[in-house]
């Protein structure tokens, strides 16, 4: 089998930003070749909130790209792989902080003109949808894939939820 010739292989460049509470914030992102601001595809999970998104070969965000999508792997508070205090970040903020990491980092992405903010879908593997279900009443994400996992909070749908019915406001 021959191997993925460089040249065609999407660029992925990792990045650093803080938080709106101050927080350090890095991630991942892989964007397509010779596309101006491309929409974004925010990748959470598998697991909460997700595991460290290592600089290695990513065959799904090389997909996406060759689709002219962006993908980004946010390392969000409580992210496995940064130390206890870092996991312990995370800990009752699958609604607030997790959230809002995200949140943040399509802005920073965004203002950095990498993609178009006004096209941004959220992906979660899963129990990461329980993070995916309650960025769905944020008005960054556009869509909402789940893979595999719950994609509820509540016994009622979420889309009838004003932000002040969050379970932790």
Known sequence: RSALPPESSAPSRVFDLTSRDGMKLSGRITLPIETKRPPLIVRVGPGLPG??????????AQYLASRGFASVRVHVRGTAGFGT???RAG???????????LEDAVEWLGQQEWIDVAR???????????????????????????????????????????PSDRADE
């Open 51 to 60: 595991p460290r998104a290592y600089h290695r070969f990513d065959a799904v």
């Open 120 to 162: 941004v879908a959220l992906w979660s593997e899963g129990a990461a949808g329980i993070v995916a279900a309650h960025a769905g009443l944020s008005p960054v994400f556009r869509a909402l894939i789940n893979i595999d996992g719950p994609m509820f909070t509540r016994a009622y749908d979420l889309s009838q939820l004003s």
């Open 85 to 87: 205090a870092w996991q």
């Open 91 to 101: 800990d009752l903020q699958l609604a607030t902080g997790m959230v809002h990491d």
